[in-house]
């Protein structure tokens, strides 16, 4: 069985600041995994995934994950934060051994971007 | 362009009143699915499909029901809605055959059910 999990409901930075947002996954294999943001009144796009490869991905609107096998985590980061950058942002993991390939999401984590 | 393409973006029903909201994508993808969106609980899984005519229940499929009778279209049935399941719902596709591609989002069904 797959799962993943973030453990902040909200994160708060102020703009110019550094991000993280954080996610740690549960796979049997080698896992695929997926961010993706949601503003307001929309659907969830896309950011980043890691597949295989370098552990440092990175994304659009100058985002990058670090994926850290050891922690079984996939930490969202961006060097500095702007208000624009205020959405919800879930992280999804596939594990590509088990039969479905259907993605188990997080909860979400709330970024609020402060002025 | 790649889309999927959700109707309505919003509806206001009365309880017991059936309701049909479609989902369509234009990616020739293998695998659709609905989920249900919730203040505090995230996204939750309705029910999925990986192919025509072959569906299954996700993590609360209680009360909806679905079909996959061509590739492009999974639309989501409620036969009897009740007041606890206004939400907000997405339809995904993603494809099946490259299980390392990301997902495509609707734009959202925003139900509210009186």
């Known amino acids: 069985a797959q799962s993943v999990a973030q453990p902040e409901d909200q994160v708060n930075v102020a703009e110019g600041n550094p991000l993280t947002v954080k996610c740690t996954y549960s796979?049997?294999?080698?896992?695929?995994l997926f961010w993706y943001v949601q503003y307001p009144n929309r659907g969830l796009q896309f950011l980043l995934k890691y597949i295989t490869g370098d552990n440092l991905v990175k994304g659009s609107y100058g985002f990058e994950a670090e994926f850290n096998k050891s922690q079984t985590s996939f930490h969202l980061k961006k060097p500095s934060a702007l208000v624009s950058d205020s959405a919800l942002y879930f992280c999804a993991v596939r594990d590509p051994t088990g039969g479905s390939y259907i993605p188990t999401f997080g909860r979400g984590t709330s970024l609020i971007v402060h002025p | 362009e790649a889309q999927v393409t959700q109707n309505p973006r919003y509806l206001i029903t009365v309880t017991g009143k059936k309701l049909t909201v479609t989902c369509s994508q234009n990616?020739?993808?293998?695998?659709m699915s609905w989920y249900r969106q919730d203040p505090g609980l995230g996204l939750r899984q309705i029910y999925y499909?990986?192919?025509?005519?072959?569906?299954d229940k996700g993590d609360v499929p209680e009360g909806y029901k679905v079909s996959r009778k061509e590739k492009r279209n999974f639309p989501l049935i409620l036969e009897s809605p009740s007041p606890n399941q206004t939400s907000l719902y997405f339809c995904?596709?993603?494809?099946?055959?490259?299980?390392?591609?990301?997902?495509?989002f609707g734009q959202g069904t925003r139900l509210t059910v009186v």
């Open positions: 499909s990986m192919n025509v005519e072959v569906t």
């Open positions: 995904a596709s993603l494809s099946g055959g490259h299980p390392n591609t990301e997902a495509f």
């Open positions: 990616m020739n993808h293998e695998y």
């Open positions: 796979v049997s294999g080698n896992p695929y």
